[in-house]
């Protein structure tokens, strides 16, 4: 199992980056929480102590992630962990098809993780170490009716993970895709009632047990695993007249 000298949380600000960054702090890690709220960043340095340092980033600036990689790095010395959690996920009404929330998605969701991703990688492939994690979602294993664009960013999150192991592991490098079900944040706190939620503590709990076991793509919980080995069988005709 590896331990973790020092590592970067992107989207940290609440929800489950958040609660990672306190359990990483509380195991002695050195943690840089990168979020675009500097009050909340500087709430969550307050509360989880002195191992942790903020950067307030936006990643769909995506031309200021190299800069910004760059600075964490001088700081922290050597980088051991790196967990893009940074998502969004706009409500979306039953008939409306909106460009605009699609675009934020994919911007945050998928296009910030390559904008980090890449640079993280070449850095880890010359190091010939370090652990990637990507947080996907059970949400990226079927276009399902709610919300197009939010499956699709995580089901190309979840592929182009996919792909960043393949070229990785024979550097040495591990790669860990992560699909959390529904987990008690501010993004889900108005959504009503949701199957099996957990607190963001139990996520972020799960989310590195999974990155120190070096699974390749683990959910959280594991019970998700046999729910949506399932789900990804139902036949289209099937599945379209569900309301999954
Ligand atoms: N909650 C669930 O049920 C659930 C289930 C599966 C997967 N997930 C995934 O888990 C991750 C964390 O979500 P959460 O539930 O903890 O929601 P959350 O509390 O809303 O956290 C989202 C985090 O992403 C950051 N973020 C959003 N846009 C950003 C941007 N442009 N630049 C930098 N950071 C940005 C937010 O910080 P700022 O707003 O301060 O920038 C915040 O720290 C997301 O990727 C989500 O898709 C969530």
Known sequence: MPTYKTAIVIGASS???????????KDGVTVAALARRADELERVQREAGDKVRIYAH??????S???????????LGEVDLVIYNAGVMPPVAESEYNFEKDHAMIAVNLLGAMAWLNPVAAYMEARRSGTIVGVSSVAGDRGRRGNPAYHTSKAALTTYLEALRNRLSRYGVTVVTVKPGPVATPMTKDLGKLPLIIPAEQAAAGILAHARAGTVEGYVPVAWWPIMSVIQQVPSWIFRKTNI
Not at 58 to 63: L, Q
Request: hydrophobic residues 50%.
């Open 58 to 63: 936006d990643v769909t600036d995506y031309a």
């Open 65 to 75: 992630v190299p800069a910004m990689f760059d600075r964490v790095k001088a700081d």
């Open 15 to 25: 929800g489950i980056g958040e609660a990672l960054v306190r359990q990483l702090a």
